[in-house]
């Protein structure tokens, strides 16, 4: 039986918004907010790159949530994230490399990203921490953890670790499915459930 302090996590709300120019910066509303839980295992959408859905690990979601500055002084970060957009790296060795890291029992959900292909292989990386932590934990965790997969040859795009950097979730465009709306590419990971101690 899974307990309760293993998934605490799937309760953390974190700010969403639909790609890298969606903002309320300007309207002064908070971002939706949906739970971890709620984002874990999600089928890829389809829609439009410059439309993906995507998320913050941070509790802060008011309307300036976007701002690196304003997340750095009041976010609480809820999960480290990775982004591999070149290697063409395989899945198995992904998730040998985050299990060597996180361990055995931690929650820990992979998925190609939209442009990837069989001939080019791209992932992000999503493992919720135990209890939110402020930027300077987070952001000193996310540099380890790509120091990590760098030194096993796995290049990192570092900008995920950058306080309100957007985090796209599961999405395979319309122009990379077939005739029937199948996913050209599209290949997964998820298990665990205990979230990361920092």
């Known amino acids: 039986m899974t307990s309760k302090a293993h998934s605490s996590w799937r309760g953390q709300v974190v700010p969403t918004f639909t790609g890298k120019y969606d903002t309320n910066i300007k309207t002064g509303e908070d971002y939706d907010g949906r739970t971890l839980g709620d984002l874990w295992g999600m089928a890829p959408k389809s829609v439009p790159k410059a439309n993906a859905p995507a998320f913050i690990p941070s509790t802060y979601i008011a309307f ?12 609480q970060f809820v999960a480290l994230t990775g982004d591999i957009d070149k290697g063409n790296v395989p899945l198995v060795d992904i998730i040998t490399h985050t299990r060597v890291l996180f361990g055995s029992e931690a929650a820990i959900f992979i998925y190609s990203t939209g ?19 402020p930027f300077e934990r987070w952001n000193e965790a996310q540099e380890a953890v790509s120091n ?26 319309p122009d ?4 029937h709306g199948q996913p050209n590419f599209y290949e997964t990971y998820i298990a665990g459930e205990r979230g990361i101690a920092l």
């Open 176 to 179: 990379r499915r077939d005739q």
């Open 148 to 173: 990590y997969m760098e030194a096993n040859g796995v290049p990192m795009d570092r900008s995920l670790a950058k306080a309100g950097q957007p985090v796209f979730l599961p999405n395979v465009p």
């Open 64 to 75: 300036d949530a976007r701002n690196h500055a304003v997340q750095r002084g009041r976010g």
């Open 115 to 133: 442009s990837a292909t069989p001939q080019d292989k791209r992932w992000r990386i999503i493992a919720p921490l135990m209890e939110p932590v």
